[in-house]
């Protein structure tokens, strides 16, 4: 089945500056792409998704890149702030939008 | 945009107890909806796909005889937990996609349900 792996695992920064989070995946069926962003205690919000035709998707200060030959993709935040500290998952799919499988999570703090 | 509501948000039941967690999808209709698992800290695992007047399909190492799952129409999936006990404590998460979106709407998740067997 597919495999998807994130790194980091916790990444701390300063307001204002990037975040990159990585995520790569092992299924070169794999079609669709989203990022979740999960807050303590709550559910799991979309935040981004990107699919397989499309290198590069952004709204407004958060972008997705994805690398079909290399099988990986990545979340940028840009000027963060400290409403963005969460926890972000990757995830991708292989069966249309349907059954996701989750990357282990990266634990996003932004410090003002 | 889409809704799947969850309840109940939290319970805590006796080890040995049955609980019943329910999901529903509010404004729109799911043939299929989705129940993860994710403990403290960790990422969201599948534990099985709810299908809509047949049998549910669950993933590798899920007791489909301890997750009872029910589909009983296009808005609403059950999951029962039997005979719960301690290591059954998790937050649990339901999800489905808006299927009048042919394949363009995106997973929406129920708020979870953080379980407590004592």
């Known amino acids: 089945g597919e495999n998807v792996e994130q790194h980091p695992s916790t990444l701390s920064v300063q307001e204002g500056d990037s975040a990159v989070i990585k995520c790569t995946y092992s299924d070169s069926a794999s079609n669709y792409f989203p990022w979740y962003k999960q807050e303590l205690g709550k559910r799991p919000q979309l935040i981004i998704d990107i699919r397989s035709n499309v290198g590069e998707k952004k709204d407004q200060r958060i972008a997705v890149t994805l690398n079909k030959t290399a099988k990986h993709f990545s979340l940028h935040i840009t000027e963060t702030q400290p409403e963005d500290s969460a926890v972000y998952f990757c995830a991708a799919s292989i069966r249309g939008y349907s059954t996701l499988t989750f990357g282990k999570g990266t634990m996003l703090l932004v410090s003002p | 945009g889409a809704v799947v509501s969850q309840h109940p948000s939290w319970v805590i039941c006796k080890s040995g107890t049955s609980v019943k967690i329910e999901c529903r999808s509010l404004d729109f209709q799911a043939t299929t909806m989705f129940w993860y698992r994710q403990f403290p800290k960790q990422s969201l695992m599948l534990m099985a796909t709810?299908?809509?007047?047949?049998?549910?399909?669950?993933e590798q190492g899920v007791e489909k005889d301890k997750f009872l799952i029910n589909h009983a129409s296009l808005t609403l999936s059950t999951l029962t937990v039997t005979s719960a006990h301690p290591e059954d404590s998790s937050f649990y998460i339901c999800?489905?996609?808006?299927?009048?979106?042919?394949?363009?709407?995106?997973?929406?998740f129920g708020n979870g349900t953080r379980l407590t067997v004592t």
């Open positions: 999800s489905a996609r808006d299927e009048a979106g042919h394949g363009n709407s995106p997973l929406h």
């Open positions: 709810s299908n809509e007047g047949s049998k549910a399909t669950y």
